[in-house]
């Protein structure tokens, strides 16, 4: 739930000097390495789960129902008798691809607008910014509620509701660069030179606009997994018995009494992905653009 | 002062056509549903009478701008349509729900902002120690939490376990302290974060170095020069949070069956009351662009440095 204005306001841990290459001074952020570590953790478990775990996210066998956690169910079972561990694992298959393709939503409305608006300015950069003002007056996890429940339930229509959420951000941030970048010294040799506006857009405009929009993506991925899984917790979003983050938690508030340890390990997985993609987008800010440091 | 009311008419003017595009996009809405939008607005108990009552009603026969000039009209006289559940006014029942999810927000923010900048403050003034290492850490995992998932937790520990306060409903006065705890998290990790920096660079400033050089207190210097400073990070979180922080609330209001607008929300979109769904995404558009509002004229009158031309 974070906002890039905000959260480019970060004090460096260190001052890049000499050779400044993105990995290289990737590599030295040691919480935005803690973050890349636990995203390829997710991404193994994700792809290999059938090798990792015997058992089968959505079978149920109600005579293993709310076990505590043991040796042959690490974290315990739900109330249909199916392994957490294994259902979280198989989940993080569905929130990252969840997570995926609403920042791809995001992107692929969002950063052609921004360049076009700030590009070309006058009328057209006033109507897309209207249009962006009226999303913005949306809070965004109502407008992917809003979208879901007019558009009816089920995964392409979350992908869809939870992208459209994301796309004022990316339109709001291309824009600034691309007002930017239109009046550099390389943009006014290509026009002298007669290239298309579109030719201009597509080989200087975006290339030189596109290392806050990916810091912004890494960003949005955590944000787009909370929204989901939010929609999910409310039983709008994935629906049963697909194993998804939030609709586990979502079903798990109903033995919050009898068993609170049903709650716990699906939040946990949901935290440990956001943060991952949060430390590693902070990470990227600090090695790709180091003028967002404000010190 | 002539700039400031320039100003003034010109940011009213955004926030109009704002709430104009909201009221086209709430109608357009209808439209997304499958099947004869008539029909889902009545609701699936309604005869074909009241359904073909209700499209000459609303002007679903006719063209969209009909329907949302129709739309406008209503709103100008505060009518939000008849609930398709309960057939009572649609705005009745918000207004009866408003107050319960304005006094969450309200208290979720002081929460976090207090909190928030209690923990910027001590992180600053103890640059690079451990409890900076928390403070830092805590920032980051803060906004990385969903907001339901540390009310169940709140819930487990404070209400399951220790038995302090209650679990769910608004019965009791203590009622609101795990909502506002579990709404104000993410906003006091993001307040944290920026009091903390605003901190230090105000402490590295001349006019602080100067106190310092007259000898005034390590204490004195930090609450009298620094702290004054800590408002606008404040004020700028909730600017632009805001409207996570009225999503977050519907699902806290989830959590903790707090009777809000937000509860209302997700029941009528489970009762499939299209009405009520339009009605309280309308309101919560308004709220946001109201704070929203208040918060820029806000910005020019603690800070006359801004300036209304930008």
Redesign the interface.
């Known amino acids: 739930m974070a906002d890039p204005d905000v959260r480019k306001v970060r004090v460096p841990d260190q001052v890049v000097t000499g050779r400044r290459t993105v990995w290289g001074s990737f590599r030295r952020n040691v919480p935005a390495l803690v973050g890349l570590a636990v995203l390829v953790g997710f991404l193994v478990l994700a792809v290999a789960a059938p090798l990792v775990t015997p058992y089968d996210p959505i079978k149920q066998d109600l005579s293993q129902a709310r076990l505590a956690p043991s040796l042959s169910h690490v974290f315990g079972t739900d109330n249909l008798g199916r392994d957490i561990f294994t259902r979280i694992i198989y989940g993080a298959r569905i929130s990252l691809v969840i997570g995926l393709l609403a920042v791809a939503v995001g992107l692929v409305v969002g950063v052609p607008l921004g360049l076009v608006s700030g590009y070309f300015g006058r009328w057209v950069d006033i109507g897309v910014q209207r249009l962006a003002d009226i999303m913005l007056a949306f809070p965004p996890f109502l407008l992917a509620l809003a979208m879901v429940a007019a558009l009816g339930i089920g995964i392409r229509n979350v992908i869809i509701a939870v992208g459209i959420s994301v796309i004022p951000v990316f339109i709001r941030l291309t824009r600034g660069s691309a007002l930017t970048i239109r009046t550099q010294g390389y943009v006014e040799a290509a026009r002298a030179e007669n290239a298309s506006n579109g030719y201009i857009i597509v080989r200087h405009v975006l290339p030189n606009a596109l290392a806050p929009v990916i810091v912004q993506a890494t960003l949005s991925l955590g944000i787009t997994i909370l929204t989901a899984s939010g929609l999910g917790f409310l039983g709008v979003g994935v629906q049963q018995p697909t194993p998804e983050w939030g609709s586990m938690l979502g079903d798990a508030r109903h033995y919050i009494f009898s068993d609170p340890t049903m709650a716990m390990f699906p939040g946990f997985a949901i935290v440990l992905g956001v943060l991952a993609f949060n430390l590693i987008g902070d990470g990227l800010r600090d090695a790709l653009d180091p003028h967002l440091r404000t010190f | 002062m002539s700039g400031f009311v320039q100003y003034l008419v010109r940011r009213l003017g955004?926030s109009l056509?704002?709430?104009l595009?909201?009221a086209?996009?709430v109608v357009l809405?209808?439209h997304?549903?499958?099947g004869d939008p008539a029909r889902t607005i009545a609701g699936v108990l309604a005869d074909q009478e009241e359904v073909d009552r209700l499209r000459r009603q609303l002007a679903l026969d006719r063209p969209i701008l009909v329907q949302y000039l129709h739309f406008v009209a209503g709103l100008l006289h505060g009518d939000l349509g008849e609930s398709a559940r309960t057939g009572q006014p649609v705005s009745s029942e918000i207004f009866a729900r408003l107050p319960a999810t304005l006094a969450l927000a309200v208290t979720g923010t002081l929460v976090g902002s207090v909190l928030g900048v209690v923990a910027g403050v001590v992180a600053a003034v103890r640059k690079t120690t451990t409890t900076d290492h928390v403070v830092s850490t805590l920032s980051?995992?803060g906004?990385?939490?969903?907001?339901?998932?540390l009310g169940?937790?709140l819930?487990?520990v404070f209400a399951?376990?220790l038995g302090w306060l209650p679990a769910a409903g608004a019965e009791q006065p203590t009622s609101i302290i795990l909502p506002s705890v579990a709404l104000g998290f993410?906003i006091m990790a993001?307040v944290a974060?920026?009091t903390?920096?605003?901190m230090?660079?105000v402490l590295g400033e001349d006019y602080v170095r100067t106190a310092r050089a007259k000898g005034a207190s390590e204490r004195r210097v930090v609450y009298k020069h620094a702290l004054r400073n800590a408002f606008i990070p404040v004020l700028?979180?909730i600017g632009?949070?805001?409207?996570?922080?009225?999503?977050?609330a519907?699902?806290t209001e989830?959590?903790f069956a707090w009777p809000g607008i937000g509860r209302l929300?997700?029941d009528s979109?489970?009762a499939r009351d299209?009405p009520m769904?339009q009605g309280i995404?309308l309101v919560?558009?308004v709220l946001?662009?109201v704070v929203n509002l208040m918060v820029d004229l806000m910005y020019t009158w603690i800070d006359p440095r801004i300036s209304f031309h930008g």
């Open positions: 955004v056509v704002s709430l595009g909201v086209l996009i809405l209808t997304l549903l499958p980051v995992t906004v990385s939490v969903p907001i339901y998932w169940l937790m819930v487990i399951v376990e993410f993001l974060r920026m903390r920096s605003t230090l660079e700028t979180v632009l949070q805001f409207g996570n922080l009225l999503g977050g519907v699902l989830t959590v929300l997700v979109i489970f299209f769904v995404v919560y558009a946001l662009v």
